[in-house]
């Protein structure tokens, strides 16, 4: 594998840095079903331990990112059910990771699927009904917050 030049590094990393809440949330999980997808492929190939392990890892990452940046204390039900959701998503990856289990992956990766389109939807309804991009609140530990209160 090639390396990525450094203008195509620095385009991403200002893509992120400017992106809006809603793109940010549906770009981690593309990354979770990504490195979720290519870990399945890795399984059904004969690639290595670690390659599927490392990839497997990235995604759990991802998904504990997402649920770190939940406002459980302001997003009442919405935001409890959705810390749930990705619970079970990690749990997923775990057994996948654990027992290699092609199974639980494609039940995340469907679920990550399902969970990212709606995502998808209710960030473009937003942005159409407001008429303008909104910018994430950032916590503490550098995380950002999603807005589930309104």
């Not at 990839?55 to 959705?82: M, P, S, V």
């Amino acid at each position: 594998m090639g390396t990525v030049p450094s203008s195509y590094k620095a385009y991403k990393q200002v893509d992120i840095e400017t992106a809006s809440q809603g793109k940010l949330i549906v770009m981690l999980f593309n990354g979770a079903i990504q490195r979720s997808s290519e870990a399945t492929r890795l399984m059904e190939n004969g690639g290595t331990i670690a390659d599927i392990h490392n990839n497997l890892i990235r995604a759990q990452d991802i998904i504990t990112e997402l649920r770190g940046a939940l406002d459980l204390a302001g997003g009442g039900e919405i935001a409890g059910n959705l810390d749930r959701s990705y619970e079970y998503m990690h749990h997923l990856l775990v057994q996948a990771n654990v027992n290699k289990d092609t199974d639980a992956l494609a039940e995340c990766i469907e679920l990550m699927t399902v969970m990212r389109d709606t995502w998808q939807e209710v960030f473009d309804t937003t942005s159409k009904d407001e008429g303008h991009q909104s910018t994430p609140t950032i916590n503490q530990h550098g995380s950002t917050l999603m807005n589930l209160k309104g």
